[in-house]
């Protein structure tokens, strides 16, 4: 029941002294040295805020002097004016610890900042203002936004900082905030006064650390255009930019989180545990089971640079494949890495820059898959971790570990897809096109066949997220086709010279021919690659791919059940399902052109098979394609753990937990196998060869390099590029056909000598071989044919003996034989003609 009470009278509180009112706005300027141009500025500040239609009330001026020894805080006391305030240091500390002091002595429900040369006009305020009033907390005077008026401008060099600045303000710490350096900022008072509170640094760069403060506490920024115009007697020197650089580097360092470094290092680390045989003395150390490619890719690098310090051409070399060159644009040389590194390269030498390249890289890779899965898949940086870790170290990047850098270095994919990402959300699309562009066009000279697979993935995630979203299709295909023609008009006036070149220049070739078994089989998908470190199988994994350094899938069953499961519990989620479609699409296609069914003897055609004769395509490995899984689901898996990690109860977490480590345990690498590498023999590092092999001619090593035994390409580097080699190891063409080949075209004697290598007999050498040796040393400009110590090297010294017609002569720690005219006395002679 309710009873009905009379209200008791309150008693009235005791008389309290009247306290001053809250002004209504606070306008700091900090001030070093003003005295010629403070005047001015508080004589019109005053002005305007004293005017009759002056919407502010109350206010105060504070001025806040940075240790100023020319009179400027005596000009202040003078005024004798209470709303005219003076804070002083006690020496010259910079503009951020001066306006520190001023705002903090502030009182004013608005605060101004605004510098004391008064380049913007204070009657712009009242725009600055409007806009707090909108709901921002924050209001900046720009001179980069739209309807912003220039007066008087600087000088074109400190424009030129300026604008540089900007764009680095943009990129490192406040993205979309064109002008972050006009000096009128108006802020809600309390906000201020917190932000600056917090700052820390003392130079040009608060204004920086202030507004990202906000935007971090998730309060609005407001871009306002205003009109400004240069005022001389500027304190800003030269010295000062790179001090203002420094603090915009330590506010954006300051501001990555922990937990982001920790990710980062620990990528770093993983990587170098996976190198760690060769890392640590890579001139010295051998990966074995990157067969000749480590010595084909320290050429690749040693080339380039040698090009570059020599200003010839980096798209074509002689030194390999001498007379006919090497079209280097059709080989992957990874010039956006070789050209950059050319002075390590030519400082450090080709070995440690390949080490560092493939170390550093596939480190920078999983890093750039973090970023992008904590930007758009889960905020989590523990489910990000491990699903980042499960797209740069997965088992095909293991296996591509070995020897394929152009596989390994793939942090710029991450980022490509980041820009497609935002042009799908209409904003931006001219900037964001143009970006695209310039990333697609720097993928070029990094690896187009990566490039190319990861459109072929992000073709794949579209359609299928087209079909679970239809509403987002329909909204961002238009900004996202134009986007894309802006792309494609800014990256291909870049990259045609190189292309046609590539496609149509000297050496050029039209397609290549794989390993008959480049496709991945049903059971490599399901099975564990050779350098597992748990469940490595090197007989299984062997049977199921070309070679080891091709080991495209082996993703494990474990870890395909645990995509299903996933798939299964968040079938809610179109981001899930469009995941294992792109997953599930890009596994069938790298089964080939033929789908043979496990176990019987059925064989239906496959969906490869529509690609396998388009332009580009036709020149893919298409066990490749399968690569495209391990980003996709280390996004499945980030998800999937993310999920977990906010679950309930604990005993769910802990299962599904346990499920996920179950899943990733039989996937960690072994650290890839590392040898000493053979020793150089005397006759090439002494530098012995040069008084055989005149300008002009090439050094022949017996057999000829080719990519079964491509040594010979370590003796050239090792050698600083000193003479030319017939033979070799990289791509170009064969016949009038140009069918694209591994090696130089093959010649009678480079065929001879070659079946000897490898089958140890010694063929009976007749006259009319001998005059195709003759021919063909002669097609190569030969100086000296040199045999080092090697399997077969009996049979190799008699062939050469038969072929010549004279004995070698040991040399340096090889077999020579010298092919000058009266070269009989340093080995034997043969008349070339």
Not at 195 to 203: C, D, E, I, K, P
């Amino acid at each position: 029941m309710t009873v009905d009470r009379e209200p008791t009278k309150a008693l009235d509180p005791p008389d309290e002294p009247d306290l001053p009112a809250l002004p209504g706005l606070s306008v700091v300027v900090p001030a070093y040295n003003e005295r010629h141009r403070l005047t001015p500025t508080l004589d019109a500040l005053v002005d305007h805020l004293d005017a009759a239609d002056s919407p502010w009330g109350s206010w105060e001026i504070i001025v806040a002097d940075d240790g100023s020894t020319d009179g400027t805080g005596d000009l202040v006391t003078a005024r004798r004016d209470p709303r005219v305030q003076l804070v002083t240091g006690t020496r010259n500390r910079g503009k951020g610890h001066a306006l520190r002091l001023g705002v903090a002595a502030s009182r004013g429900r608005r605060v101004l900042v605004t510098d004391a040369d008064l380049a913007t006009p204070v009657e712009e305020l009242e725009r600055l203002d409007k806009a707090l009033a909108e709901g921002h907390s924050a209001a900046i005077g720009s001179r980069r936004t739209p309807g912003a008026t220039i007066g008087d401008r600087q000088h074109r060099v400190r424009e030129l900082l300026g604008r540089a600045g900007n764009l680095l303000i943009r990129r490192t710490a406040l993205p979309g905030v064109h002008d972050t350096q006009c000096g009128f900022k108006l802020y809600d008072g309390d906000h201020a006064r917190e932000a600056y509170a917090a700052s820390r640094v003392n130079g040009w760069g608060i204004d920086v650390e202030v507004l990202r403060h906000l935007r971090r506490a998730g309060l609005s920024i407001a871009e306002v255009p205003v009109r400004w115009s240069h005022r001389p007697g500027s304190k800003v020197g030269p010295l000062d930019y790179a001090r203002a650089f420094t603090e915009i580097a330590r506010i954006a360092a300051r501001s990555l989180r922990p937990a982001d470094l920790f990710a980062a290092l620990l990528f770093l680390l993983m990587s170098v545990a996976l190198y760690s045989g060769r890392f640590f003395d890579p001139a010295h150390r051998y990966l074995p089971d990157s067969l000749r490619d480590q010595n084909q890719w320290e050429w690749f690098f040693a080339v380039t640079a040698d090009n570059v310090a020599q200003l010839r051409n980096p798209l074509f070399t002689d030194l390999q494949g001498f007379p006919d060159g090497v079209n280097l644009m059709a080989n992957t040389v990874m010039l956006g890495l070789s050209v950059p590194l050319a002075p390590l390269t030519l400082t450090a030498g080709p070995a440690v820059t390949l080490s560092l390249v493939m170390t550093l890289g596939l480190a920078a890779t999983a890093a750039a898959w973090y970023w992008l899965i904590v930007k758009h898949v889960v905020p989590g940086r523990t489910a990000a971790f491990l699903g980042a870790s499960l797209a740069a170290f997965a088992p095909p990047m293991v296996s591509h570990a070995h020897a394929h850098p152009n596989f390994v270095v793939l942090f710029m994919i991450p980022l490509i897809i980041d820009r497609a990402l935002r042009l799908c959300a209409g904003t931006r699309v001219v900037r964001n096109g143009v970006v695209l562009g310039l990333m697609a066009a720097y993928q070029v000279f990094l690896g187009e066949e990566p490039l190319l697979l990861a459109a072929l993935g992000m073709l794949l995630f579209a359609a299928a997220y087209a079909v679970v979203r239809r509403d987002a299709a329909r909204a961002s295909w238009r900004p996202l086709l134009r986007g894309l023609f802006i792309g494609a008009a800014v990256c291909l006036p870049l990259v045609v010279y190189p292309l046609v070149w590539q496609f149509a220049g000297p050496q050029s070739y039209t397609d290549i021919e794989h390993n008959p078994r480049s496709f991945n089989s049903p059971l490599a998908l399901l099975s564990f690659a050779e350098r597992s470190w748990l469940a490595g199988d090197a007989e299984a994994a062997n049977a199921l791919a070309f070679n080891i350094t091709e080991q495209n899938a082996f993703y494990g069953w474990p870890l395909v059940l645990l995509a299903f499961a996933v798939l299964v519990r968040l079938w809610e989620r179109a981001l899930v399902r469009a995941l294992a479609c792109t997953a599930v699409a890009a596994a069938v296609l790298s089964l080939g052109r033929e789908f043979r069914v496990p176990l019987t003897g059925l064989t239906v055609p496959g969906p490869w098979e529509l690609l396998a004769g388009l332009p580009l395509f036709e020149a893919v490995i298409e066990s490749r394609v399968a690569m495209i899984c391990a980003p996709v689901l280390g996004m499945l898996l980030a998800v999937a753990v993310h999920r977990l990690l906010a679950v309930r109860p604990l005993s769910t977490r802990y299962v599904g937990l346990l499920g996920v480590a179950l899943a990733l345990l039989p996937l960690i690498p072994a650290p890839l196998r590392a040898v000493e590498r053979v020793d150089v023999p005397a006759f090439i590092a002494d530098g012995t060869w040069k008084s055989y092999v005149r300008e002009g001619e090439s050094l022949v090593p017996v057999p000829l390099p080719d990519p079964a035994d491509a040594e010979a390409l370590h003796w050239q580097t090792k050698a600083g590029l000193g003479f030319r080699l017939p033979g070799g190891y990289f791509n170009g063409p064969y016949g009038e056909e140009r069918t694209g080949i591994y090696g130089a075209e093959p010649r009678f004697t480079s065929n001879l000598l070659r079946d000897v290598r490898d089958s140890g007999d010694v063929p009976p050498v007749n006259e009319s071989w001998r005059a195709q040796a003759r021919t063909d040393l002669a097609y190569w400009k030969a100086g000296v044919l040199v045999l080092a110590p090697q399997p077969n090297d009996g049979p190799l010294r008699a062939t050469v003996e038969k072929l010549v017609g004279a004995p070698g002569k040991w040399v340096g720690g090889v077999w020579v034989w010298d092919l000058h005219e009266g070269g009989r006395s340093r080995g034997a002679p043969i008349n070339l003609p």
